[in-house]
């Protein structure tokens, strides 16, 4: 069954994709747009981001880091966006016909 509305912004969910998430008042299903300002999700793709990438980032990078001096380059290596994708595609919802 597909909900109505987005739970945040009230924009009618009918033909676009839904994301749904755990709140204190229970499920309740996001348009793609409110689903990427989420603060749950985002403080939880922050704090995956910072984790993983940092090991990735070791890992892929240990030879630069080693190296002095650092560059900026190294900075935007870490991944958020890997973290923040898989966090909705987790939260995605498949409409039953």
């Not at 380059?73 to 994708?85: C, D, E, G």
């Amino acid at each position: 069954m597909r909900p109505g509305n987005c739970a945040r912004c009230g924009e009618a969910l009918e033909e676009r994709p839904i994301f749904q998430f755990q709140t204190p008042r229970g499920l309740a299903g996001m348009c793609f747009g409110c689903a990427v300002r989420h603060a749950p999700m985002l403080k939880r793709s922050v704090l995956i981001a910072l984790v993983v990438g940092t090991l990735l980032t070791v890992i892929n990078q240990g030879d630069v880091l080693l190296a002095q001096p650092w560059t900026g380059a190294l900075l935007w290596k870490i991944p958020f966006i890997v973290a923040t994708i898989g966090a909705l595609g987790t939260g995605r919802v498949t409409p039953r016909t």
